[in-house]
């Protein structure tokens, strides 16, 4: 129950995080692109790369903070985030077969599966 409440008090703040900063990117950068979603991954992705190689280092840091920071806030902030850090870690291990396989699976299955969602519903 305690692993619960800490991802779930991450996972809001990082949720309402990713909310107000797509609020404010789209109202500084109006158009078509949707930069809002573009800057929250980006930045999420340099977040979770910060924070991930942090904890490493840190050895003495409790558990707790990995999964409050990493799981609960940057993965609510932006799921895309653990979606690069994945496929970091398996490039660093070597597995190149499955980094690419997971990428374009992960992309390709993703577009299919999001159209047939909407195709469903219409």
């Known amino acids: 129950?305690?692993?619960?409440?800490?991802?779930?008090?991450?996972g809001f703040l990082g949720s309402v995080s990713r909310y107000y900063s797509q609020q404010l990117a789209s109202?500084?950068?109006?158009?078509?692109?949707?930069?809002?979603?573009?800057?929250?991954?980006?930045?999420?992705?340099?977040?979770?790369?910060?924070?991930?190689?942090?904890?490493?280092?840190?050895?003495?840091?409790?558990?707790?903070?990995?999964?409050?920071?990493?799981?609960?806030?940057?993965?609510?902030?932006?799921?895309?985030?653990?979606?690069?850090l994945e496929k970091v870690q398996l490039l660093q291990s070597g597995d190149y077969l499955t980094v690419s396989s997971y990428l374009i699976l992960s992309v390709a299955i993703g577009l299919i599966a999001t159209w047939a969602g909407i195709y469903l519903v219409r």
Do not use: D, H
């Not at 129950?1 to 991450?10: F, N, S």
């Not at 790369?49 to 903070?65: D, F, H, M, N, S």
């Open 1 to 10: 129950m305690k692993t619960a409440l800490i991802i779930g008090l991450g």
């Open 27 to 84: 109202k500084l950068l109006p158009g078509t692109f949707p930069f809002g979603t573009f800057l929250v991954n980006i930045v999420g992705c340099l977040l979770i790369g910060i924070t991930y190689a942090y904890l490493q280092k840190q050895r003495a840091v409790p558990a707790e903070w990995n999964l409050f920071l990493l799981v609960g806030f940057i993965g609510s902030y932006t799921t895309y985030s653990t979606f690069a």
